[in-house]
């Protein structure tokens, strides 16, 4: 039986407050593409879910067009002022470093200084958040405010960083289900102190898979993937291209789902796969009013999924969207920015979304012309003006089950959440009315 | 040769007045699912038809989900107060009674009596329509301003009615065409006095079917069916739902298509079936701010000829449509809610859709590129700017004449009534220009 | 290699003068559907394309439905009042005869001439133009402010006309390509001194046989027509239909192409057609607010190329459209009203959708997955909010670059002109990172 219900709303509440909970432990991490930042977030991720399988691959190792890159650690970095005061500090916010920096230990003057700045004008409090993942430089950011005080003088830019041959690490587990067929969850872990456009990814993703563990059936097998943005994917890709090809019916992305704005939708490339039309359906009725984006909206690892001759159905379900709010990419996008209410809506329509994979079907009438409902208890019996309007959605259920048609599909023609027809193709299927059928009866 | 014009507007509203007329005659009967009603009814439409058949199938036959319920007899009802005043009498309006109530003679307070009263808080001066077809019990109707008003004491509620196994019936005529492919009408006859949703179903089909065979040849045959809403279309349906799938290629339920609003176009399930493709070029030629409702919509027998399985062409053309007028299931639905124009524009709609049925075809240019019309008088000679407004329809006639669209298709692109287009064909068919072909000319 | 950069604005401005000279030459000379004028238009063109091959057909050859007229030829042609002053003179402007006269030499009362006068009282400064081709009649245009103030008394008509039979004459150049496949362009030759309704279109036609004859690589044969309007292009369809049928790609009508204002865009007949899709892809980039007809706007020689059986796939790019400015077909169309620049703004719309025939192809990505671009210094190395717009086209050109999708098809979706996109595939080509292939990869 197809028990749909959410475990209760008070329940779900401290599931964001757990999920919040963890972004915090996650914060401080200072994650990039590679090093021990992301390892260690892999392994706190492997003490939520001791499934987790944490796989590494040599730098240098080639991946289609990509090599992996050295790997990058850090332990300080700051630029001292000519009285030993630490103007900026790694320490205190590892936005202050640009990603990848290679080590320095130079004085120079303010003028010199300034060409290893980065600030944002429009944004005078925020400190961007700057990488060089593929040239080697140096760099600091900053607020604008500050870098506009900076007063003449000497300065001593220090970053101890390593860029060594290492390797690069991810995150993977498979939970299998009754069918071959799999679902691709894709989030990633290499944006250091970040709200929205980073750990609500990750810790999203983490409780989604407990819930999937939690479950006694699953029809179909779940591929959860923890992945560096862009080089992840692609080596990911690279390893399992052809299995994916043949097993991956539908997935989302990960990404940018925490905090407690408008939700959005990204498509993907082909814009009407399964993924798509589940993403759009759960969002229509969750927030009717939600944000469609289009393909040349996207960003994130959708890129390499979808991309030409691997064209995986994997689509994006978010919050605000990622280059789309000022906080991005800055220092703003804080543990304030996401919200145990963000996290959880974030959570809950993914989870929407995949119980929706589970329970699709091509429901289909067994009895010719409508049903006698009234016999069954299912219809008023007293026919009197405007008194079926409790009843219209099962006709209208009833009137499109012709076993060409999902559930899915009759869901978006009538305009009903999949999840409140669902009982009823149940109901009528226990009366002998209907019958549920995995493929569409079509006869082609 | 396609004579397409209308016996002229003054016989035509002599027409709507002969069906208001006969809608008149019909007002008094009681009519039911079942009964006397029923048959009265059916025996007047054969005075006016002579070749109309008259069914029978027993109480308790299975049709598909379903079971022909008992017949309903009713002679009196009515409701006495303390000092033999008949407070509600069912021979002053037959609504004054749920339909099928069982037989009852009791006294009972004001208060015990409000539990069988029925009537509408927000039309006050309405009796409604209610009926209990599948569940034996018994009530009055009455006006809110009345039942407002009743005041204590102890009442006398008196029903005669008889529930015993007995008959349903049904008429039905079969006009035989040049064709097998049939045309279906129906209509329905089971609802007591209210003139829009009832009479003006049954007197349009009768005027439609009186044309029909006044014409000398017939394309399609025609079967013309008078049932009892829902169950009697599905017992239609289970006696001859094989040949209906083979034959039927278009149809209309004809009903609500007496008063004098707006016209409005309920589609088949499929949506784009040759009945809706005409009914929607009718109309918006007719009206061009008809209301267009979608499958949703839906409420008579329709849902059963459209049902998943059956899926016959059949849509629906209507002046006020059901369930969205005021006066809908009350006594307000009187004679003067429908007139004589309401009646005969209804009527020509239909005799319109019908033709365009009759006549359509796949036109095809013989003479490549376009033909010189000016040789045959069918084009000014005399070139000047802004002269050729009169012949455009023609030209454009011509230029979509590639025997892959139809008539009707042609029509809709072009936007000019098949009335208007078709003179135009069997023009250039005369002058050895077109050929009038019955299929299309596609390679396929 | 693909160039496809214009030879510099200055030059072109320089064809646009270069073009209304053109004009200003052929403006007096007393074109008609046959006869001296079109033999001496033609001959004008020749001297500027040598190549041209100038046909003729006699009077009374068949065309499909249609015979070649008799040739009309005219020497002088006035109407003299009674003192001897010439009131309308063919001398001055040779619009003041209706085409295609036949002789006569009369005198009429003031009330008998008005018969054969044609005036416009909306317009009451301009002299119409008036034809009539298969009728023998005679006529004069005048301005309605002229004719409204000619006094009582006799007049003297003298048309110094001959019909007889003759010859119809067009001219015709085919440019050899790589490709067997063919382009048309036909233009028309007909009509007496007007600008935009006549000129512009041999006019701008010449410079783009110029510039095709210029080029040192063609993909495709191009076939140029200077014919008389309808009876000229239906002659010249009679003697090459099954040609044209099997090589014709796309093709424009150039009509109407040399005034100052907004483009315009008349459809085939299909509508979707290399030629329709590439002239809006131009058009929405050189004036976003460009008119869209349709097809029932049709008026010149497309109503032949795409009529039924013939459906050649051939559009209409235009400035002004005839039929559709009031100087249409009045002696208000004259060579103030078509400008250097209208005709430049013309030829260079027509240039670039050619270019776009010419160098569509269909990209295929070699990479799997996005290529890292900047190790190759495509892609900016340092990863910042809000930097990427400038390479923003060329992903998304990569991203629908998988081969099923034509150059031109991207373009579209993702609304950066092909002119822009052309050179991106040129560099990715030459990283090695795409393929670019003459047909679509996609199996069927």
Redesign the interface.
Known sequence: MSNFSDPGLSNEISNGDKMHKMAKVLWPIARSLTGDGVRETLAFIKQEISELNIESVPSGTTA????VPKEWNITDAYIEDNYGNKVVDFSKNNLHV?GYSIPVDTWLTREELDKYL?S?PKQKNAI????????E?WGFCLTHKQRSKLPAGKYHAVIKSTLRDGELNYGEIILKGAEDKEILLSTYICHPSMGNNELSGPVVTTFLVKWLMSLKNRRFTYRIIFVPE?IG??VY??KH?EHLKKNIIAGYVVTCIGDNNCYSYLPS?NGNTLSDIIAQHVLSHIEPEYKQYT??D?GSDE??Y??????LPIATIMRSKY?EYPE???SLDDLKFITSEGLNGGFLALKKSIKILEFNCYP??I??????L??RGLYP??????QKTGVRAM??LI?????EKSLLDISVI?NIPFWELLPMVDDLVSHG?MEKHKECQLEK
Chains 1, 2, 3 share one sequence.
Request: aromatic share 12%.
């Open positions: 289609f067009d990509w090599t640009v980065h944002l961007p958040y700057v990488t060089s993942y593929y040239q430089q862009t994917s692609i890709l690279s291209i490339r393909w040349l996207r890129r390499q979808c991309a030409p001759g691997v064209d280059g991005y990419h800055t289909k009438m009895v010719i012309c409508e049903p006698q009234g016999k019996n007293l026919s009197t003006k405007g006709m209208n009137s499109y089950s012709d076993g009538i009315l």
